[in-house]
T-cell receptor
Framework: EDQVTQSPEALRLQEGESSSLNCSYT??????LFWYRQDPGKGPEFLFT???AGEEKEKERLKATLTKKESFLHITAPKPEDSATYLC???????????FGDGTTLTVKP | KAGVTQTPRYLIKTRGQQVTLSCSPI?????VSWYQQTPGQGLQFLFE???????NKGNFPGRFSGRQFSNSRSEMNVSTLELGDSALYLC??????????????FGPGTRLTVT
C-alpha cells in the first residue's frame, strides 16, 4: 500500500528564517510526486511535480527536491504570506489515484 | 483560463437527507476526481471519472456515488446523510490519463454540514 508521511505536522518560523518540510513516501514505483499549498477554507493549489530522484524545481521562495525515499520543500527567507498547509502526494505507477499526506501547517510570523 | 468550479459552496443538511454536489473542470481537462477532507482524516479519495466512466474508487460506502457527463462536468451524490459526512468535498481536474501530466487542479470545495 502506498504511504506518505509528512513532517513536521506544524512549523512556526520568523519572517526570513529558512527551513525545510519533509515528505517520506513508500510506493512500488513512482510515477510522480506532487506538492500543493492549501490556504484555510480553500482547495489545494498545485505547486510542483517531481518525477525522478535528483530532480529539483523552484518557484519564488520554494524549492522542491526528490530522492528515492523522500522529498523536501525548502522555503528560503519566508514571508507571512507563505503561511499555509503544504500537502505532498504520490502517484504510483500501478495506481490510478494519488495518495496524500496529512500536510505540514506552516506559520510565518512577521 | 477559468479554474475548477464547484457548486454549491456551502450546504447544510439534516441526517437522512441526500445531497448532490456539482463540479465543472478546467476546459480541456477530462479527468475529474473527488475527495473528502476532514481535520481528522485529511484528504481521502472518493472516486475518479474519465470519459463518463468511473476509473477508480476509494474506500467509501455505497451511499457515495458519482457520475460524469459528456462535457466532463461531474456530480457526486451522498444519500442517507450521517453526521460524519460533514466535511469539505473537493473536486480536482486533470488532463486525460496517459498524457504524462498528472497534476491535479482543485476547486474551492463544497462545505457540507450535516445536523
Amino acid at each position: 500500500e502506498d504511504q506518505v508521511t509528512q513532517s513536521p505536522e506544524a512549523l512556526r518560523l520568523q519572517e526570513g528564517e529558512s527551513s525545510s518540510l519533509n515528505c517520506s513516501y513508500t510506493v512500488s514505483g513512482l510515477r510522480g510526486l506532487f506538492w500543493y499549498r492549501q490556504d484555510p477554507g480553500k482547495g489545494p493549489e498545485f505547486l510542483f511535480t517531481l518525477y525522478s530522484a535528483g530532480e529539483e524545481k523552484e518557484k519564488e521562495r520554494l524549492k522542491a527536491t526528490l530522492t528515492k525515499k523522500e522529498s523536501f520543500l525548502h522555503i528560503t527567507a519566508p514571508k507571512p504570506e507563505d503561511s499555509a498547509t503544504y500537502l505532498c502526494a504520490v502517484l504510483a505507477t500501478n495506481a490510478g489515484k494519488s495518495t496524500f499526506g496529512d500536510g505540514t501547517t506552516l506559520t510565518v510570523k512577521p | 483560463k477559468a479554474g475548477v468550479t464547484q457548486t454549491p459552496r456551502y450546504l447544510i443538511k439534516t441526517r437522512g437527507q441526500q445531497v448532490t454536489l456539482s463540479c465543472s473542470p478546467i476546459s480541456g481537462h477530462r479527468s475529474v476526481s473527488w475527495y473528502q477532507q476532514t481535520p481528522g482524516q485529511g484528504l481521502q479519495f472518493l472516486f475518479e471519472y474519465f470519459s463518463e466512466t468511473q476509473r477508480n474508487k476509494g474506500n467509501f460506502p455505497g451511499r457515495f456515488s458519482g457520475r460524469q457527463f459528456s462535457n466532463s462536468r461531474s456530480e457526486m451524490n451522498v444519500s442517507t446523510l450521517e453526521l460524519g459526512d460533514s466535511a469539505l468535498y473537493l473536486c480536482a481536474s486533470s488532463l486525460s490519463p496517459g498524457t504524462g501530466s498528472y497534476e491535479q487542479y482543485f476547486g474551492p470545495g463544497t462545505r457540507l454540514t450535516v445536523t
